[in-house]
């Protein structure tokens, strides 16, 4: 299985940004999808997470309302739009899969090698 991520940046603060993560090798509609993110000398954060389908999605309390995961199963491809970012959302970004169409906080097993973002103040 391989995750391609892509998308990533520097902008400023208020600005935005979509990141686009490709799998392959598994069954994409059938995969939730995650996005995590992660600051150098910090544990690995949640992000937000999409079910399989596309119909059930679950976002951070920290990314709510700027934030909105999405998926096209037709392109086997994950979405991140983040609008209105701040610099505390400066971060590598990872996709992640599981072999489960039901989204969650953890349990992914298969990761991307990561987009920086970079949000200027």
């Known amino acids: 299985v391989q995750l391609q991520a892509s998308g990533g940046g520097l902008v400023q603060a208020g600005g935005f940004l979509r990141l686009s993560c490709t799998m392959s090798?598994?069954?994409?509609?059938?995969?939730?999808m995650a996005w995590f993110r992660q600051v150098p000398g910090k544990e690995r954060e949640f992000v937000a997470a999409?079910?399989?389908?596309?119909?059930?999605?679950k976002h951070a309390d920290s990314v709510k309302g700027r934030f909105t995961i999405s998926r096209d199963n037709a392109k086997n491809t994950v979405y991140l739009q983040m609008n209105s970012l701040k610099p505390e959302d400066t971060a590598v970004y990872y996709c992640a899969s599981r072999p489960s169409a039901a989204p969650t906080e953890g349990s992914y097993t298969y990761w991307g090698q990561g987009t920086q973002v970079t949000v200027s103040s």
């Open positions: 090798g598994r069954p994409f509609s059938s995969s939730a």
């Open positions: 999409i079910s399989g389908s596309g119909g059930a999605t």
